[in-house]
């Protein structure tokens, strides 16, 4: 998957959430696919990203653990 693409992607999936992307999305997601290959970035053993987490994270704090996500 580019960069451009997985961009796209997390992008609709934030709006179809009703999350924004933090300023810090693009690295965070750069890291995601050349560092974590597609795993969760602030901890792999979560899954792919979005992982699992990040709806409690947001809900619980405005925002997930690696801030790729706002409400």
Known sequence: MTIDHFKHVIG??????????????D????????KCEGRCP???????????EHVAEVERDGHCHCNLFTK
Do not use: H, N
């Open 42 to 52: 602030c901890d792999v053993s979560r899954g792919f990203c979005p992982c699992g």
């Open 12 to 25: 609709l999936y934030a709006a179809a959430k009703g999350y924004k992307l933090t300023p810090f999305a």
């Open 27 to 34: 690295k965070i997601m750069a890291r995601c696919l050349e």
